[in-house]
């Protein structure tokens, strides 16, 4: 059974930064893709960043500019790089994996941006 488990969620001030990342567990296979939803309170899970096996990425227009995942040194990790965070994207922050043809959610990690 696939398992992702995230880590490094916190709290931050505006205009810092904070990096999370996900590994993946429970599987030979390498991942078709990754990457991070993030869910606010009353509001609907909405995709933040996706990362393809073959390198491509599709990132949401909020976080253009600010955040950068990337593959992590570990088969099947991807870390998320979020710079210059602003109060909006506070959030419980979800790793998402595609594993032939499955999808998996991590547990959830917060991120609190204080103004």
């Known amino acids: 059974q696939v398992q992702l488990v995230e880590s490094g969620g916190g709290l931050v001030q505006a205009g810092g930064s904070l990096r999370l990342s996900c590994a993946a567990s429970?599987?030979?296979?390498?991942?078709?893709?990754m990457g991070w939803y993030r869910q606010a309170p009353g509001n609907r899970r909405e995709l933040v960043v996706t990362?393809?096996?073959?390198?491509?990425?599709n990132y949401a227009d909020s976080v253009k500019g600010r955040f950068t995942i990337s593959r992590g040194n570990a088969k099947n990790t991807v870390n998320l790089q979020m710079n210059n965070l602003k109060p909006e994207d506070t959030a419980v922050y979800y790793c998402?994996?595609?594993?032939?043809?499955?999808?998996?959610w991590g547990q959830g990690t917060q991120v609190t941006v204080s103004s």
């Open positions: 429970g599987t030979g296979f390498r991942f078709n893709s």
């Open positions: 990362f393809s096996s073959g390198g491509s990425t």
């Open positions: 998402n994996a595609d594993f032939l043809g499955s999808t998996y």
